[in-house]
């Protein structure tokens, strides 16, 4: 049960589109569909963004993406926002009723 | 409005016990399976436990196997953490989430310190 590796840090200028990387194994991110995404904001519990690799959620906004290449996960913020400043787990499922996050990428708006 | 709302974390000293609590509302809560997850002061979020809609499952995290027990009253539409032998890299704050294999509404979290 290891986290998944993620960048510490991010950062991009409003409009621009960044991607951050969640790197497993195939135990995990490899072997299942079921990569999620969460955001959280200092002080606020986290909330999901994507969920089983690319899907999103109602309400979540659609400059919000999710892909998947062997065992690296990726999450696309496209017209970055001045909002989207926050930290970003990836979480995946790893078989047997375990799931194991990533550790964490920290976001800045420049 | 679905809601989750955590209580029971309290400071206890190293090798105590306590015990978590996740009151729903909101939803049918005997449709779905929920989860514990944990975040340590300054640190990122770590999945604790989950427990299957019915209860007949559960599933831990290496770090709390043995220590830490999920359970479930679906009459009360509500969830439970059972923490033993504490220890202090067991500070954390404490959330439950309704969950399929992601977690889609979480609580507002209840925090936990072990210190002497």
């Known amino acids: 049960q290891s986290a998944l590796t993620q960048p510490a840090s991010v950062s991009g200028s409003p409009g621009q589109s960044i991607t951050i990387s969640c790197t497993g194994t195939?135990?995990?991110?490899?072997?299942?569909?079921?990569v999620s995404w969460y955001q959280q904001h200092p002080g606020k519990a986290p909330k999901v963004m994507i969920y089983?690799?690319?899907k999103r959620p109602s309400g979540v906004s659609n400059r919000f993406s999710g892909s998947k290449s062997g065992n690296t996960a990726s999450l696309t913020i496209s017209g970055l926002q001045a909002e989207d400043e926050a930290d970003y787990y990836c979480c995946s499922y790893a078989g047997s009723g375990t799931s194991v996050f990533g550790t964490g990428t920290k976001v800045t708006v420049l | 409005e679905v809601q989750l709302v955590e209580s029971g974390g309290v400071v206890v000293q190293p090798g105590g016990s306590l015990r978590l609590s996740c009151a729903t509302s909101g939803f049918t809560f005997d449709d779905y399976a929920m989860r514990w997850v944990r975040q340590a002061p300054g640190k990122g979020l770590e999945w604790v436990s989950l427990?299957?809609?019915?209860?007949?499952?559960?599933y831990y995290a290496d770090s709390v196997k043995g220590r830490f027990t999920i359970s479930r009253d679906n009459s009360k539409n509500s969830l439970y953490l059972q923490m033993n032998s504490l220890r202090p890299e067991d500070t954390a704050l404490y959330y439950c989430a309704r969950s399929y294999y992601y977690m889609d509404v979480w609580g507002k979290g209840t925090p936990v310190t072990v210190s002497s």
């Open positions: 195939r135990s995990d991110v490899g072997g299942y569909n079921y």
């Open positions: 089983d690799v690319t």
């Open positions: 427990i299957t809609w019915d209860g007949g499952s559960t």
